[in-house]
């Protein structure tokens, strides 16, 4: 079990997930990693732990560098149970540390792990608290809300290094430790997918850890996320953050998604002639059927692109079963900045497409009016369709202007 630096003494000892497929409805196909870190100074300290499960992985490459009982203190970013779940386990290994977390996080291992915390040497920090290790010195930095209440980052002074949990991460399962290993451009696709099914709905909150990160004048030489890979290099590090800067504010290329599903496949006809109207507009368009692509996938479609459009056929007068699963997706995802659009079919009566156009209206998006048409289109209908496509590419092009 190798360990890996991430920078001079601080150290990679985490876990590879290789089979995992869904997190909490999240589809993973490529699996991810939890990812530890091990400082070693005058007081050893590992920062996060693993998912359950994982702790020999990890206590496998800690015993690499030091002596399990030397251990002094434990850092806890995040207390979600993909990062805290193995803290019990590890205590019984390494015996009792001095564990550092905010208060939220304080309060919400009592509600996971009940009585047993009571027994635990909790310390509570704030940001702008200091811990001297000896050499180095870790600044703590509360982050609520990224993605959960309790989250904080870590930063390590003198080396540089930012930990921020579940801040700059991907779910990405690989014997290799960092981006410009990997590849930046299939990182970058794999942390979108990440910001768009985890991220999205915090985009305010982003935008004030930037803004706080700046004000401190925190010098970032690397970075180690809890989840993927690290970054190293000045040029990924600035791409990532720049790019987390984009999202955060909803800015996107002027491209359309599609992202439909059919019956017997009237909605797949008009989809297939509004795709045709939107590229004689010399727009990028992107088509995904529901029913054959990863939920994750429709998210981070919506994230990357300008505009997204639905398309239903109408069951049992209302939504197509899968249509729904998406719309309630992207209805916790909270987009923003999007021009949305609905369209489909229906057969003796409607009612599909009317109730994604209410939903998307009820988001505060930028709502074109709604196209349906009963039975299988005609090639009046058809012509109709292309011209929406067109007039969707359009407005994707002036958006702004």
């Not at 290789?18 to 991810?32: C, I, L, M, Q």
């Not at 200091?130 to 989250?151: K, R, V």
């Not at 088509?287 to 056929?313: E, K, N, W």
Request: proline share 4%.
């Amino acid at each position: 079990m190798e360990r890996c630096r991430l920078k001079d003494d601080i150290w990679w000892v985490g876990a590879i997930d290789w089979n995992v497929r869904d997190f909490h409805g999240y589809e993973t196909p490529r699996g991810t990693t939890y990812n530890a870190y091990l400082i070693t100074d005058e007081k050893l300290t590992l920062v996060d732990t693993v998912r359950e499960g994982f702790g020999p992985e990890m206590l496998a490459r800690v015993k690499s560098c030091c002596d399990l009982k030397s251990i002094d203190y434990l850092v806890v970013n995040h207390i979600e149970m993909d990062h805290s779940g193995s803290i019990a386990w590890l205590l019984d290994q390494v015996g009792p540390v001095k564990m550092f977390c905010s208060k939220r996080a304080a309060e919400g291992l009592r509600q996971l792990y009940g009585s047993q915390v009571d027994q635990w040497d909790l310390n509570v920090v704030s940001t702008g608290d200091e811990l001297s290790l000896g050499t180095y010195t870790l600044s703590f930095i509360e982050a609520p809300m990224l993605h959960w209440p309790d989250s904080m980052f870590t930063y390590v002074k003198e080396a540089k290094v930012l930990l921020p949990n579940d801040g700059f991460g991907q779910h990405l399962a690989t014997s290799k430790r960092f981006a410009d290993e990997v590849g930046l451009e299939e990182v970058m696709e794999r942390a979108s997918d990440y910001y768009g099914n985890i991220l999205m709905p915090f985009g305010n909150q982003v935008q004030k850890m930037l803004q706080r990160i700046g004000e401190l004048g925190l010098e970032i030489e690397a970075i180690g996320p809890s989840h993927g890979v690290m970054w190293r290099t000045s040029g990924d590090i600035s791409r990532v953050v720049q790019a987390y800067d984009a999202w955060s504010r909803f800015e996107a290329p002027p491209r359309v998604a599609i992202i439909f599903d059919t019956m017997w496949h009237s909605t797949e006809k008009m989809t297939r002639a509004i795709e045709d109207g939107i590229t004689q507009e010399g727009v990028e368009c992107s088509v995904f059927q529901i029913s054959r692509s990863a939920l994750a996938a429709t998210a981070q479609a919506v994230l990357d692109h300008r505009a997204f459009l639905v398309g239903t056929p109408t069951l049992n007068n209302g939504v197509y079963p899968k249509v729904g699963g998406f719309m309630a997706h992207i209805k916790g995802l909270r987009p923003k900045a999007r021009l949305a659009g609905a369209y489909g079919s229906y057969g003796w009566g409607g009612g599909g497409v009317k109730w994604v156009d209410s939903e998307l209206r009820g988001l505060g998006l930028d709502v074109i009016d709604p196209l349906e048409f009963k039975f299988v289109p005609t090639e009046d209908d058809l012509a109709a369709c292309e011209e929406y496509g067109r007039d969707v590419a359009r407005r994707v092009k002036a958006w702004g202007s």
